[in-house]
């Protein structure tokens, strides 16, 4: 657990006139266990470790303003540190990445589940085997189910109307088994595109509208999606059109009309897609982003495929679902005029290792590189000077806004800065500036890159929420 400033029960609210109602509190036990999946019918299965051994793990859906105890008990033979992403949970529920919980052991997770209504996820963090706890399956969708969302008649029934795709890259070896990321890796980008476990599926779909909520758990890779029709596959040019609604951090102010949307790992981004016009056709979803990195910029064959739709010629009863154009009103509204820079982060790679500020996780004595004091507005500067990699740079406990982004020919896209998000892309040797509230409480956060690889070995650091001056 990392030393705290000025900690305070999170149930400390609790404390003054009411103290005799009893409250209520979700409480979830999850188990991380181990679990196989045939992913080829004639070969050997996977062996895999999920959260309640399925992977993506369960759902959890909480309406928002009601707090959960999450048990996570470690069947596993590996350590675990669980981290809700997307939460401001209070730093000793946070998911430290040295907080582990060892094989044998559990531990309770509490989250105060206050925030806009959101679709956050939950993950390993362990120190150093986050990559290979993700890749073997530990991740699963967690939402904030909001009142005032539900209000907007948004296409909604979760599981029908309102679907999460969760997308993630693997490889196999030659007899079936996961080939692992286990050894000398720079990344790992997969051959296999999997959505929520299975890899390249179909869904079945109605011709109406229908809401996605994406989320890239893939380990190194990410994507740039389309949708096309079957007949016009390949084609580019006929990218179909539809609406972004919600990031990371949830709705957007307003909805984003768009043909493409760029999803790197740990983003999650929600849309809404009109399949009316397209009855009786099979529509696909595809990817157009390379691998990247050095050297793999040919990436693999049927990594430009991700999944499809198979459109019936009937709904089931009419579609009255809206996108209304106007979804809500985003707190900490953009500057009008650029603020200046409060602090400085250079990620870069040096002596074999992958660094934010010439510093590694592992340097325990020198990983805090920020002290933020509670309550306090920040405009950080996330630069990347490696040529051959790009990195998203996730930062705990906040919610930010993308302001500005320079080089490689790309501007920040309206999707990315039309609401909050805790993950941004940061294309190589791009600069980009991202403005927070460093709130609600004190302690120390993690700030990474979310290619797991790179945060393993070891680019991660510390940030400290300090308390309100006297
Ligand atoms: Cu999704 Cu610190 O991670
Ligand atoms: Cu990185």
Known sequence: VPALSNMTSPFSNLTNANTMIPRFVHYYEIEIKPFQHSIYPDLSPANLVGYDGISPGPTIMVPRGTESVVRFVNNAHANSSVHLHGSYSRAPFDGWAEDTTAPGEYKDYYFPNRQSGRMMWYHDHAVHITAENAYMGQAGVYLVRDPAEDALNLPSGYGEYDIPLVLAAKQYNLDGTLFSTVGERISLWGDVIHVNGQPWPFLNVEPRKYRFRFLNAAVSRSFSLYFVKT???????????????????????????????????????????????????????????????????????????????????????????????????????????????????????????????????????????????????????????????????????????????????????????????????????????????????????????????????DMMAAFNVTALPD
């Open 231 to 457: 007949s016009n596959a390949g084609g580019l040019n006929a990218k179909l059109p539809f609406k972004v609604i919600a990031s990371d951090s949830g709705l957007l102010e307003k909805p984003v009309q768009t043909s493409y949307m760029y999803i790197s790992m740990a983003e999650r981004y929600e849309i809404v897609f009109d399949f009316s016009s397209h009855a009786g056709q099979t529509i696909e979803l595809r990817n157009f982003a390379k691998a990247g990195g050095a050297g793999v910029e040919d990436d693999y064959q049927d990594t430009d495929k991700v999944m499809r739709f198979v459109v019936s010629n009937t709904t089931a009863s009419a579609d009255t679902s809206v996108v209304p154009a106007q979804l809500r009103t985003v707190p900490f509204p953009r500057p009008k005029t650029r603020r200046k820079i409060d602090q400085h982060f250079k990620f870069h790679r040096a002596n074999g290792q992958w660094l934010i500020n010439g510093v590694g996780f592992a340097e325990a004595n020198n990983r805090i590189l920020a002290n933020v004091p509670r309550g306090t507005v920040e405009i950080w500067e996330l630069e990347n000077t490696t040529d051959g990699w790009s990195h998203p740079i996730h930062v705990h406990l906040v919610d930010f806004r993308v302001i500005w982004r320079r080089r490689e020919g790309r501007r920040v896209e309206k999707y990315e800065s039309e609401g909050l998000k805790d993950v941004v892309w940061l294309g190589r040797e791009e600069t980009v500036l991202v403005e927070a509230h460093y709130a609600p409480w004190d302690g120390v956060y993690m700030f990474h890159c979310h290619n797991l690889i790179h945060e393993d070995d």
